[in-house]
């Protein structure tokens, strides 16, 4: 595999822009302040570059890969990593979920230290599609993780919170996709019933409480899409293969579902934070069955050992607002165009640019609902209008961001950054030809191809520069076509070529054929 060590041109150009950045940064600290002394650590150094790592479990040839990775090359993700690439065994992914813990915690031990604190994501390789461009994926991983990183500081106060190590530490820096119910269902399951209650949208917001799976809020965990820190992640998947070895039952039916292991991870640090609340203030040993709620008589209440870490930094992306799954929610999902302007008679706040969608379906069946608008977030819309400009010369015009249909939830109102078709494939094999940069696919792979190949960095989020962990080959040219894009198998197993993996499914790709469903 290309692990280059080498900055390409593009690398430099994001970095003397990060150095000028800091220059005015400083200045500015002087004229501000009149000081002489600056602080040498208020300059970015070159280590603030990270890198941001695709990681898609798949071990076989499918066209929905190759529509995962298509959207992945035309939005501008890393190029993509698959994982178990034609491995056999429990490392091959057709034959148990566990491979894709196996193959991912490979790829984890195979980064050294330096690169702790770069940013992977996790997609499974089968029924994915992403829907907008890995900037604004990045800034919302951000903004996501730091709000509730900051609500768990007040909820334990900074007192406990600073006496504890980093990683002890409850903090959230790894985000799950949100299932609306706990699956494998088993509500004696620790990752079924020690979870938070309160998840920050209230109880009827997607319908009635009437116990019907599709009115329920999503409050599980869904291990398909997974994001965080390199080193989190790597004591995440230790810590499944740990729960793994502990607790496989080649009897039971779901003995191989990597989402049971990784939910029960989380419930187990779900229940030692509730447990660790309750001793800041009781300073007692109370039963956990009175101390933390939830589940059904009889549920299996986890023994936790002097010293067990049960802390991992797990969070669910409850709002949709990276990770979007199917199971239950395709009524709340509508492809909106964000083509109204504010009605300006001078009382409104919004700014002149904004541009608004309207939602009249009444998903909470209130007798005195009423149609609301959706507001196009101005960051996606330039990030997609910044995507289109790419192919502009080769197709000659481009639609303006306001004439796109954009898949949206109206409850949590966020343009989903990827769609993952949880229960079935019929939704996600429709859904491909009517995402906004579908006509562009072909155009976009050509536009791509320098940039991917010179790794050109994504944003600065987090006061980081990331680039992509993995580019094309340096021996890849233009003139190849969209041949010229692919992925990278495993740590070892080399470059596989767009011919090799998708040459076969470019009528699926391009043109929007869906065989006859095969699953
Ligand atoms: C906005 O888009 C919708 C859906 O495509 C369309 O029906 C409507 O006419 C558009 N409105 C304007 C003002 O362009
Ligand atoms: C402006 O719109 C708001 C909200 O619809 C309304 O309450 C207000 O009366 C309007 N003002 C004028 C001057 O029309
Ligand atoms: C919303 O839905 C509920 C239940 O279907 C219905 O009783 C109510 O009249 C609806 N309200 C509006 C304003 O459409
Ligand atoms: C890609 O490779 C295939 C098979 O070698 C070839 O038929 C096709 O013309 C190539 N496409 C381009 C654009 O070069
Ligand atoms: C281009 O580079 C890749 C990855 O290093 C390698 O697998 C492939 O054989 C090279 N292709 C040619 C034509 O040299």
Redesign the pocket.
């Known amino acids: 595999m290309q692990l280059s060590n080498r900055l390409t041109r593009w690398q430099w150009a994001g970095l003397a822009s990060l150095f000028v950045f800091a220059f005015f940064t400083v200045l500015q600290y002087r004229g501000s302040t009149g000081s002489d002394t600056i602080s040498i650590s208020a300059i970015p150094s070159l280590d603030r570059a990270s890198k941001f790592h695709l990681l898609v479990p798949a071990s076989g040839y499918h066209f929905r890969l190759c529509r995962a990775l298509a959207s992945a090359t035309a939005l501008g993700y890393p190029v993509a990593v698959l994982n178990g690439w034609m491995k056999e065994g429990d490392l091959d992914a057709s034959k148990t979920h566990l491979a894709k813990v196996r193959t991912v915690m490979h790829y984890l031990d195979s980064l050294p230290p330096s690169s702790d604190d770069d940013l992977v994501l996790m997609i499974d390789g089968y029924d994915i599609v992403f829907q907008i461009p890995p900037d604004i994926l990045i800034e919302r991983y951000f903004a996501i993780t730091k709000a509730a990183t900051a609500k768990l500081a007040s909820r334990f106060g900074p007192d406990y919170v600073e006496s504890l190590t980093a990683d002890d530490r409850p903090q959230q820096t790894i985000l799950f996709g949100p299932e609306k119910v706990c699956y494998p269902v088993d509500w004696n399951r620790v990752g079924c019933w020690a979870v938070p209650q309160d998840i920050d949208i209230p109880a009827g917001a997607f319908g009635p409480e009437d116990g019907q799976l599709h009115h329920n809020l999503p409050r599980w965990l869904n291990s398909g899409t997974i994001m965080g820190p390199a080193k989190d992640m790597r004591l995440l998947f230790a810590a499944t293969l740990d729960r793994i070895s502990g607790h496989y039952d080649p009897n039971y039916e779901f003995s191989d579902s990597d989402q049971m292991y990784m939910s029960d991870v989380w419930g187990v640090q779900e229940f030692g934070r509730s447990i660790a609340r309750h001793r800041q203030y009781f300073h007692d040993d109370m039963d956990p069955n009175a101390v933390v709620p939830g589940g059904v008589d009889g549920k299996v209440v986890p023994i936790l050992l002097p010293g067990q870490r049960t802390e991992h930094h797990i969070g669910i992306d409850y709002r949709s607002a990276l990770f979007q799954t199917r199971a239950g929610s395709d009524f709340i999902l509508e492809m909106l165009t964000y083509n109204e302007t504010a009605e300006g008679n001078g009382t409104t706040t919004t700014t002149a640019t904004a541009t608004f969608a309207t939602v009249t379906q009444?998903i909470t069946?209130?007798?005195?609902?009423?149609p609301f608008k959706i507001p196009l977030p101005a960051n996606l819309a330039s990030s997609i209008t910044r995507t289109l400009q790419l192919v502009e010369k080769a197709v000659g015009t481009i639609p303006s961001v306001t004439e796109l249909r954009l898949e949206t939830n109206i409850v949590t109102q966020n343009v989903y950054g990827l769609f993952h078709s949880t229960g079935g494939k019929d939704y996600i094999d429709k859904l491909w030809s009517q995402l906004w940069f579908f006509p562009y696919v072909r155009p976009l792979f050509l536009a791509r191809i320098p940039l991917l190949k010179a790794g050109r960095p994504i944003v600065v989020a987090d006061g980081r520069t990331w680039f992509p962990a993995h580019n094309l080959p340096s021996n890849v040219s233009e003139s190849q076509g969209i041949n010229a894009t692919g992925a990278w198998a495993d740590i070892d197993g080399g470059w596989l070529g767009w011919q090799e993996l998708c040459g076969t499914f470019e009528a699926e790709v391009f043109d929007g054929f869906t065989p006859p469903m095969d699953d």
């Open positions: 009444n069946e209130s007798p005195n609902f009423m």
